[in-house]
C-alpha cells in the first residue's frame, strides 16, 4: 500500500507564494508521473502541473510563468512553488503520483487527500 501526504497549504494574500510538498510512503519500487492537482469550489479536479522522473514539466496555462514543479526522487516526494499567487487560485490541491509497487503489481494511480490554498485578495 501506497500513502500520499500532502503539506504546506494555507492562507496568504494575493501576490504571495507557498511551497506545497507530498511524500510518498509504503512499499514503492519507483514513481514515474508525479503531479498537482486543484479543485475549487463548485468546480471540476483541474490539472496544475506534472513531473516525469526524467524532469520533463507540464503546466496548466492558467499557471505558466507562475508556478513550478520539482522532485526529489531520493524522498519520493514532489514540490509545487507557487508565485504570484491569485484568487481565483484558491482551491483544494491534490498531489498525484503513478507509483510501481516493490514486490509485484502494475504501476497503479495514488491520490492525496488534499491541502487547501486560499488566497485572499
Known amino acids: 500500500q501506497v500513502q500520499l501526504l500532502e503539506s504546506g497549504g494555507g492562507l496568504v494574500q494575493s501576490g504571495g507564494s507557498l511551497r506545497l510538498s507530498c511524500a510518498a510512503s509504503?512499499?514503492?519500487?519507483?514513481?514515474?508521473?508525479m503531479g498537482w492537482y486543484r479543485q475549487a469550489p463548485g468546480k471540476e479536479r483541474e490539472l496544475v502541473a506534472t513531473i516525469t522522473k526524467f524532469q520533463i514539466t507540464k503546466f496548466a496555462d492558467s499557471v505558466k510563468g507562475r508556478f513550478t514543479i520539482s522532485r526529489d526522487n531520493g524522498k519520493n516526494t514532489v514540490y509545487l512553488q507557487m508565485n504570484a499567487l491569485k484568487s481565483e487560485d484558491t482551491a483544494v490541491y491534490y498531489c498525484q503520483m503513478n507509483v510501481k509497487p516493490l514486490f509485484y503489481g502494475e504501476p497503479e494511480d495514488y491520490w492525496g487527500k488534499g491541502t487547501l490554498v486560499t488566497v485572499s485578495s
Open positions: 509504503g512499499s514503492i519500487f519507483s514513481i514515474n508521473l
